[in-house]
C-alpha cells in the first residue's frame, strides 16, 4: 500500500509541472520504422537502459538499433548461517535488438563467472564456468512515444542452464518510470520468478519489489538510489538492500556507471560493479 502512496504523489506533482510546461511531441511516426527500416539516429530517443540498479527501465530500444550493456566486473557476497559464498562475474552482457515502436528482444551472455563457497573455517571450493544465458522480451504498453509522465512496461524472460548446472528458469518484471520535475525520475517495479535449488533439486517462488530514485545533475552525470527486498521459498521474512550508483554520460550513446549494493538485512547479498551501456 505504501508503493502505491508514492506512486500517486508522484503523478500528481508530475502532471502539475508537466501543466506548465509545452507537450513533448513524439520524436518520430512508429509506423514508418522497423527492424529493417531503422530510426535515423538523429531521431533516437534518450538512452534509457535497465542497469545500474535492479529496478529496469519500461523503454525499450528504437527499432533497427542494438544496444550493449555489460557488466564489466561484479562481485557479490552472501552468507547464510555458516555458508559464506563469494561471485565474481566478469563481462556479463545484455544485448538488445529494437523490433518496433515498443517491442525488443534481449540476449543475456554471461560470459565468465567464478565461485567460491566454504563452511566455518573450511577451505574455499572454487568453480569457473560459462553462466546461465538468458532470453527476454521487452514490450512497452504506456509512454514509450514520451509523450506523458508515466511509462509502464513488461519484461519475460526465460534462463537457460547452459553453465550445466541446473534448470530452466523464468519469470515476468513490471516496470513502471514516473519523469518528475526539475530532472527527478522515480521507478517503482515488481518482479516475480520461478528459480531452481540446486541443493533440493526443486524450484521455488520468488517475489522482489524495488523502489529507485534518480536525480540528473546535468548532462553528463546523476546519481541512483534504489531499495530492493525480496522473499522467496527458501528463507524466513525479506531480505532488502540500499544501491546507489553514479553514473556518467560520455554523449548521446554511451554511459558508464559504478555502484555498490548495501545489505540491511543479514541474509541479503553485498555487490559491488562496474559497467556500461552502448548504443548503435
Not at 149 to 159: H, I
Request: aromatic share 10%; net charge negative.
Amino acid at each position: 500500500m505504501y508503493f502505491f502512496r508514492v506512486l500517486a504523489a508522484c503523478l500528481c506533482l508530475s502532471v502539475a509541472a508537466r501543466a506548465q510546461d509545452k507537450p513533448k511531441t513524439c520524436p518520430y511516426d512508429s509506423a514508418h520504422f522497423s527492424l529493417f527500416k531503422p530510426v535515423p539516429r538523429n531521431q533516437l530517443r534518450p538512452l534509457r537502459p535497465d542497469r545500474p540498479g535492479v529496478t529496469e527501465s519500461p523503454f525499450t530500444v528504437d527499432a533497427g538499433h542494438f544496444q550493449l550493456e555489460m557488466d564489466g566486473l561484479r562481485l557479490i557476497n552472501s552468507r547464510e548461517d555458516d555458508e559464506q559464498s563469494r561471485t565474481w562475474k566478469v563481462a556479463y552482457t545484455v544485448v538488445k535488438l529494437g523490433l518496433s515502436r515498443r517491442t525488443d528482444v534481449q540476449l543475456e551472455v554471461p560470459l565468465y563467472k567464478i565461485e567460491k563457497e566454504r563452511t566455518a573455517d573450511a577451505p574455499w571450493q572454487r568453480r569457473a564456468s560459462f553462466g546461465d544465458m538468458t532470453l527476454r522480451v521487452k514490450h512497452n504498453f504506456l509512454g514509450d512515444d514520451q509523450e506523458g509522465p508515466v511509462a509502464m512496461g513488461v519484461v519475460a524472460y526465460t534462463r537457460l542452464p547452459t553453465s550445466g548446472r541446473g534448470a530452466v528458469e523464468g519469470g515476468l518484471i513490471l516496470p513502471v518510470n514516473v519523469e518528475l520535475p526539475h530532472r527527478w525520475n522515480f521507478d517503482v517495479q515488481l518482479e516475480a520468478d520461478v528459480n531452481y535449488d540446486q541443493e533440493t533439486h526443486n524450484h521455488y517462488l520468488r517475489l522482489m519489489p524495488s523502489v529507485a530514485l534518480d536525480h540528473e545533475f546535468n548532462d553528463t552525470f546523476s546519481f541512483l538510489v534504489e531499495g530492493v527486498t525480496q522473499w522467496d521459498e527458501l528463507h524466513s521474512g525479506w531480505r532488502s538492500s540500499l544501491n546507489l550508483a553514479p553514473i556518467i554520460s560520455f554523449g548521446e550513446n554511451f554511459q558508464a556507471d559504478l555502484g555498490t549494493h548495501l545489505a540491511l538485512s543479514k541474509e541479503a547479498e553485498r555487490e559491488f560493479f562496474v559497467g556500461f551501456t552502448y548504443r548503435r
